[in-house]
């Protein structure tokens, strides 16, 4: 078992970074509007490969409820919106300085978190915010590559998939996908 979270997550890694790149390539030849298209073909392929391991009974196809597709949709909206914004962002500056600022994330989470949940930061969880928040003003005046396009695109990434990321435990509150054949789940 850890072996196997171990190469899923060296996997993920490398994945994540040759998305980034190849990305940063495609969006560099071809024109502005890209970002959309690129987003609606990875989120199209990625369906496709679930809907193959369905067919496949690699894995076993989710039962939801019509309350559980209502509750999961704006939420699968975020992600898309969170997604065209981080390839608009890798499009108008460095990925270097696409993912310093989408490192921003951890203020976002206690923002929104306080926001829609009602969690109060703790002191300590403020003050660890200071070096994020500081080091991304940093390098924000520093970037050879800043553009407010870029920058901006990649705060809405931010918004968006932290939004998503809160929204999720506040409307889903804990609640399980139920597999439609629990015996063909592979161990």
Known sequence: GTVQ???????????????????????????????YTITAFQLAFGSLVIFFMWAAKLHPVPKLSAAQLAKIAPLAAGH??????????????????????KASEPFFTVL??????????????LGSLVPIVGGVALASLTEVSFNWVGFWSAMASNLL????????KRLLGGEEVIPSSPSSVHQ
Do not use: D
Not at 80 to 101: E, I, P
Not at 113 to 125: K, M, R
Not at 161 to 166: I, P
């Open 161 to 168: 998939n932290q939004t998503r990321n809160v929204l999720s």
């Open 112 to 125: 929104l978190s306080a926001f829609f949940l009602g969690e109060v930061p703790s002191p300590l969880v």
């Open 80 to 101: 898309m919106l969170g997604t065209v914004f981080t390839n608009m962002s890798l499009g108008m500056v460095a990925v270097s300085f696409t993912h310093t600022v």
């Open 5 to 35: 979270l171990g190469a899923m997550i060296v996997a993920w890694y490398l994945l994540n970074i040759y998305f980034n790149i190849y990305n940063k390539q495609v969006l560099q030849v071809l024109p502005l509007p890209l970002p």
